[in-house]
T-cell receptor, first 111, second 111 residues
Framework: NAGVMQNPRHLVRRRGQEARLRCSPM?????VYWYRQLPEEGLKFMVY????????ESGMPKERFSAEFPKEGPSILRIQQVVRGDSAAYFC?????????FGSGTRLTVV | GQQVMQIPQYQHVQEGEDFTTYCNSS?????IQWYKQRPGGHPVFLIQ?????EVKKQKRLTFQFGEAKKNSSLHITATQTTDVGTYFC???????????FGAGTTVTVRA
C-alpha cells in the first residue's frame, strides 16, 4: 500500500490520559503534515515535519501537544492530559505533487 | 492571516438538479485546491487550479478560478446520490506548503 497510513482509526481516552497518533507517509516521502478537524468544521493546519526536524509548528497548541518524525518509524502526534475539547479527527498527509494525499485519520474521543 | 470562506455551508439538492458552491480568499492565491470528504471519511483531492480564469471539468463537476485568483466555484450538474459529502476548497500559504481550508459545503441529495 503506497498510501498514507494512520493508526489507530478510532481512539477513546479518558480526560487526563495521553493520546498517541501515528502516521506513515506515502512511500518515498520524508515529510508529513498534520491537520485537525473539529466536528462540522474545516481542517486546520497543525504541524509540518520532515524526518528528525520540525519545519513549521505554527498551528500546534502551545501546551500538551507535541509531534515528532524520527529517522526510523512513523510520525507521532502526542497529546498529553487530554481534555474533551481535543475530541476531533486528526489527519496526516503527504504532498505528492498536486494536492495532498490524506490518510484515513484518527478519530479521537475524550470521555 | 489568510482566510478562506465557503458558501453555502449546507446544500440540500433534489437528485438531478444542479448546484454551485463558492469559495473566497482574503488574499490572492497561487492556486486553489478542491477536496471531497464523504461522511466518516477523509478528504480526497479532486483538482488544483493555477491560472487566472481557469476552468476545468471532471465529468459533471466544473471548477473555476476567478480572474483575480481570490475566488473559485464548483458547479455540479445533474446531482446524483454519489455526490453526497462535504466539498472543501483550500489555498496555500505564502510558503506554499500549508493549506488554509474553507469550512466546506455539505451536500445532501433527495432521491
Amino acid at each position: 500500500n503506497a498510501g498514507v497510513m494512520q493508526n489507530p482509526r478510532h481512539l477513546v481516552r479518558r480526560r487526563g490520559q495521553e493520546a498517541r497518533l501515528r502516521c506513515s507517509p506515502m512511500k518515498g516521502h520524508s515529510h508529513v503534515y498534520w491537520y485537525r478537524q473539529l466536528p462540522e468544521e474545516g481542517l486546520k493546519f497543525m504541524v509540518y515535519l520532515q524526518k528528525e526536524n520540525i519545519i513549521d509548528e505554527s498551528g500546534m497548541p502551545k501546551e500538551r501537544f507535541s509531534a515528532e518524525f524520527p529517522k526510523e518509524g512513523p510520525s507521532i502526534l502526542r497529546i498529553q492530559q487530554v481534555v474533551r475539547g481535543d475530541s476531533a479527527a486528526y489527519f496526516c498527509a503527504s504532498s505528492p505533487g498536486h494536492g495532498y494525499t490524506f490518510g484515513s485519520g484518527t478519530r479521537l474521543t475524550v470521555v | 492571516g489568510q482566510q478562506v470562506m465557503q458558501i453555502p455551508q449546507y446544500q440540500h439538492v433534489q437528485e438531478g438538479e444542479d448546484f454551485t458552491t463558492y469559495c473566497n480568499s482574503s488574499t490572492t492565491l497561487s492556486n486553489i485546491q478542491w477536496y471531497k470528504q464523504r461522511p466518516g471519511g477523509h478528504p480526497v483531492f479532486l483538482i488544483q487550479l493555477v491560472k487566472s480564469g481557469e476552468v476545468k471539468k471532471q465529468k459533471r463537476l466544473t471548477f473555476q478560478f476567478g480572474e483575480a485568483k481570490k475566488n473559485s466555484s464548483l458547479h455540479i450538474t445533474a446531482t446524483q446520490t454519489t455526490d453526497v459529502g462535504t466539498y472543501f476548497c483550500a489555498g496555500p500559504s505564502q510558503n506554499d506548503y500549508k493549506l488554509s481550508f474553507g469550512a466546506g459545503t455539505t451536500v445532501t441529495v433527495r432521491a
